[in-house]
């Protein structure tokens, strides 16, 4: 990530530490190309390799606790005010900055809900436990989950601008499989095709590669993370896709569905031109739902009672996630209070996060309808 970028977010940070009453937000990480804690690429901006502290500061100070061998690599970040190198250990740099900084809160990156959020390893856990425990520090230990959320979902402009390049690049995916997509294709040369556009760009998918896209074609074929098969798509029949790339650290995230005109059709069946008005009515409601203020899971179930006046069954996952460097980008769900969301669904809607909103369902005979837009919510909206 462009150095500018990672003071852009470290600058944020200092401010959601100041909302928040936060004195500081402590990174413990281990070798990070192995167990990479999610918000060191958008701090730090660099990988590591021995056990590093990164203290963020309310005050604005900013200490990185590095072994000898990452120093320089942190420093050509020009991102880090003061960058300490170790060889035999970290322990006695680290309590001499927490001795200058003497926070009354240390925000650890640990998370019970929020994998985002949720970086340390248990046996960091006990080695910081171990070395502050001693100290008058250990006790004013909590969860960095608000700073990291906060950090992770408030996108800033270039980050914008970059998931906005990532999605006009999948909707000229899009655009080219609309041109060379024919009955008979089966599923595996439909990623195959999606694949080859995504290599001759020079980029990666989303996620997995084995299983992005996510093909769904007809009614006899798996429906979620299940990857392409060799499921021929025959005419009378839907094409549903889940695809994203990642462009410049930033991904996509849509999901497209195609009709098989039949033999002598001119126009898709009523049942599934029902079943696209349906989905992508819900998906504008949800649209216009979204805004600042409002909790996810609000946002969630005026789609849920619009699926219950249409008298169809509810779908079995949350309506949308937020997006950015990762796919699934953490932080407010926009899903059901569900066991499985833990407290994600209770966050609240602020500006600048960007949300997928995606919605699906069955349509008999014919397969899987689904859509699946990306939206960056607004003071307004």
Not at 126 to 152: C, D, H
Not at 300 to 310: G, K, M, N, P
Not at 314 to 328: C, I, K, N, P, T
Request: hydrophobic share 40%; net charge negative; charged share 25%.
């Amino acid at each position: 990530m462009a150095a500018n970028l990672v003071r852009e977010k470290l600058a944020q940070a200092t401010n959601i530490l100041d909302e928040l009453g936060v004195d500081l937000w402590l990174i413990v990480a281990r070798e990070s190309d192995v167990l990479g804690d999610p918000s060191l690429p958008l701090v730090v901006g660099t990988s590591v390799t021995w056990d590093s502290f990164f203290l963020i500061s309310r005050r604005g100070e900013h200490v990185a606790i590095v072994g000898t061998g990452d120093v320089e690599n942190i420093k050509q970040t020009v991102a880090w005010d003061e960058v300490i190198g170790y060889v035999q250990g970290p322990s006695t740099a680290l309590l001499a900055a927490l001795e200058r900084l003497d926070p009354q809160h240390i925000a650890l990156n640990y998370s019970t809900d929020n994998n985002m959020a949720d970086g340390l390893t248990y046996g960091m856990y006990l080695r910081l436990q171990a070395m502050l425990e001693p100290t008058r520090f250990w006790e004013r230990v909590i969860s960095g989950e608000p700073i990291a959320s906060r950090v992770r979902s408030r996108k800033s402009g270039e980050e914008i601008r970059r998931i906005r390049a990532s999605i006009a690049t999948t909707n000229e995916i899009w655009e080219q499989l609309a041109e060379w997509i024919r009955p008979g294709a089966t599923e595996r040369e439909i990623a195959g095709f999606m694949h080859e556009q995504v290599n001759r760009r020079g980029l990666e998918t989303a996620w997995d590669w084995n299983y992005c896209p996510g093909v769904t074609a007809g009614p006899n074929s798996p429906i979620g993370h299940a990857g392409p098969a060799d499921v021929t798509l025959q005419r009378s029949q839907l094409l549903s896709l889940d695809f994203g790339v990642r462009q410049d650290e930033y991904c996509s995230d849509m999901q497209r569905t195609f009709y098989m005109l039949g033999d002598g059709e001119t126009a898709a069946p009523e049942p599934v031109e029902r079943g696209f008005r349906i989905i992508s009515g819900i998906i504008r409601s949800a649209a216009e739902a979204l805004k600042p203020g409002i909790a996810g899971w609000e946002v969630d179930q005026v789609c849920r009672e619009a699926f219950a006046r249409e008298g169809i069954d509810e779908w079995g996952f949350a309506l949308g996630h937020q997006m950015g460097r990762s796919v699934h980008d953490g932080g407010t769900l926009l899903g059901p209070r569900w066991e499985r969301y833990g407290q994600q669904a209770y966050g609240i809607v602020e500006e600048h996060e960007v949300y997928t909103l995606e919605i699906g369902m069955t349509v008999p005979g014919f397969g899987w309808l689904a859509l699946e837009d990306d939206v960056v919510v607004t003071a307004i909206g």
